[in-house]
């Protein structure tokens, strides 16, 4: 090959600034190491000079009395900053420091939606799932099915990335088309629409066990719903499947041209382009059944007259919110996307042949959890991050100031949350964690808004949209270079630069049309998710 995804060192203007500076970022556990150690510092000089914030008295009566004793706060309102080398604060991180990180709400909730993905993935239902779908859709509907597929796809995690995107190339250059815009097009939805989806999944479960986290300082009795971003998210992949196919279709396949295949390319579509076999297809089939077996299964538990396990029977003969009522089913989606993952995964793999019996599902579910080494240890520092955060008091006053300062900007919230997605997009340019982000900016930007009657669900939407349309185009991103190489496998001299160039202009829609639909969505009320207001009251507060 002419150049390699290392070859880096060309870069220049803005493009390769931020290369450079995202190359000279250590690995993001060192960095909440860093944040830590920094936190340490500030917490002592705000201490020493009594930095302080003043809680108003709808705040105060949410909060509840236990709340009020953790964060030190009198009846005055008051809450001061509080070093983290004070003798409570040091004999907390010791002490505590088991109960912190098994604590952390996206621990459990990753792992255990992991150990069903795990499964599904593994017996190859992910990727002929998503092969299936793309292989018979009209050539004029290429594009978009496509781009639909690869957003659905996100629930596959690394299956998307290494199945799909290769695949669409070889779609394109099997119906005539240029193979590079079929994996653009992929690369985009998987990538750029990173948080779209038709259904919550696991990064639902994944960022809302943070957002849970930073509710619960204002509020403890908040309880994060994974299905709070759900018609949010849907919209997205009703909005950025036809703005990908647009870019595919009229901005960056025209500037291809027509493609010729050389050498080993020429042989791509056939050695790539295999058919389903039979035994798949009867295993997507099994798969289809156990996926309506499970969901039957969790509406009887909602709604079976004689009984309804999923549902709160006191809130429901107090006539409470509808919320309320149905936070016990809220509570179980994580449990209930685990097995349906673990299901569908063994009813494909048994009529597959890729599971034979049932300790190759055992052993599937244990490749899963060795996968998640690196998170339990980038999840071991934020979690003692967010924490120390929390006992700082810091989190809270820049929460409480920041509240004040834009309430008195005259800022309309619509407004303020088109910012907060443009501000997540730039930080993800250099950190390309979307846990880590959301680690570092959710103890702030969560209970910032929910004074400013945003709910935690409207800040944790704004983020996702930030996150999502800035992933494929930093080279920090840790597919960016497998994406390199597929296309290289297509165009030998194609080049870093040369993909940065073919995802900026999605980047750009995606941005821009995340920004209006978030804004939009604020600006019209409309609810989130099952449950899931945009605005939000809280507990005790007036009107």
């Not at 849907?234 to 493609?259: C, L, N, Q, S």
């Not at 704004?462 to 190489?485: E, H, K, Q, W």
């Amino acid at each position: 090959m002419a150049k390699t995804a290392t070859a880096t060192g060309g870069q220049r203007g803005i493009l390769g600034l931020i290369e450079r500076a995202g190359n000279k970022l250590p690995d993001p556990v060192f960095i909440f190491f860093y944040l830590i150690a920094a936190l340490m510092l500030v917490s002592i000089v705000a201490s020493f000079f009594g930095l302080s914030a003043k809680l108003n008295d709808d705040v105060l009566a949410g909060m509840g009395q236990s709340s009020l004793d953790r964060f030190g706060i009198k009846e005055d309102g008051i809450i001061y900053a509080i070093s983290l080398l004070s003798a409570e604060n040091i004999q907390r991180l010791w002490v505590e420091m088991p109960k912190t990180f098994t604590h952390f709400h996206p621990l459990g909730y990753v792992l255990v939606v992991m150990l069903g993905a795990g499964v599904a993935e593994r017996s190859g239902l992910f990727a002929t799932a998503m092969r299936a779908a793309v292989s018979g859709a009209p050539k004029f509907l290429l594009t978009p099915v496509v781009a639909l597929v690869a957003m659905i796809g996100n629930h596959a995690a690394d299956a998307a990335y290494v199945v799909l995107i290769p695949l669409a190339g070889v779609l394109f250059a099997s119906a005539g088309r240029h193979p590079l815009a079929g994996i653009a097009a992929a690369f985009a939805g998987v990538s750029g629409g990173f948080s779209a989806n038709i259904a919550p999944g696991q990064l639902d479960a994944l960022l809302f066990g943070i957002t849970q986290q930073a509710g619960e300082v204002l509020v403890p009795s908040y309880v994060a719903n994974i299905a709070g971003n759900w018609y949010f998210i849907a919209a997205m992949t009703v909005v950025f499947t036809p703005i990908i196919w647009f870019v595919t279709d009229m901005i960056i396949e025209p500037r291809f041209g027509k493609y010729v295949p050389e050498g080993h390319a020429a042989n791509s579509v056939s050695d790539n382009n295999e058919p389903i076999t039979p035994e798949q297809r009867k295993g997507l089939r099994n798969a289809g059944f156990a996926c309506l077996i499970v969901v039957f299964a969790w509406a009887l538990m909602t709604l079976w007259p004689w009984g309804t396990p999923l549902i709160d029977d006191e809130g429901a003969n107090a006539n409470a919110e509808l919320v309320l009522q149905l936070r016990p089913l809220f509570q179980s989606l994580v449990a209930a996307f685990f097995i349906l993952f673990l299901a569908a995964g063994w009813a494909y793999g048994s009529a597959a042949g890729t599971i034979k019996d049932k300790q190759d599902v055992v052993d599937m579910m244990s490749e899963a959890m060795k996968d998640l080494g690196y998170y339990l240890v980038l999840a071991f520092a934020a979690a003692h991050f967010v924490e120390m955060f929390i006992w700082s008091n810091l989190g809270l006053i820049s929460a409480v100031h920041g509240a004040d300062a834009i309430e008195n900007s005259g800022l309309p919230l619509w407004a303020l949350l088109g910012v907060i997605v443009v501000f997540s997009g730039m930080i993800n340019l250099f950190v390309g964690s979307a846990s880590a982000k959301w680690a570092l900016l959710a103890p702030v930007l969560v209970p910032m808004l929910m004074l400013l009657g945003v709910s935690p669900e409207g800040a944790t939407a704004a983020y996702r949209v930030g996150d999502s349309a800035t992933n494929i185009i930093t080279p920090l991103m840790v597919y960016f270079p497998l994406i390199l190489i597929f296309c290289q496998r297509w165009v030998k001299e194609f080049g870093i630069g040369s993909l940065t160039a073919m995802m900026i202009p999605y980047s750009i829609w995606i941005m821009i049309t995340g920004v209006v639909l978030m804004m939009a969505w604020v600006y019209l009320g409309w609810p989130l998710g099952p449950g899931a207001s945009i605005s939000y009251t809280l507990p005790g507060a007036g009107g």
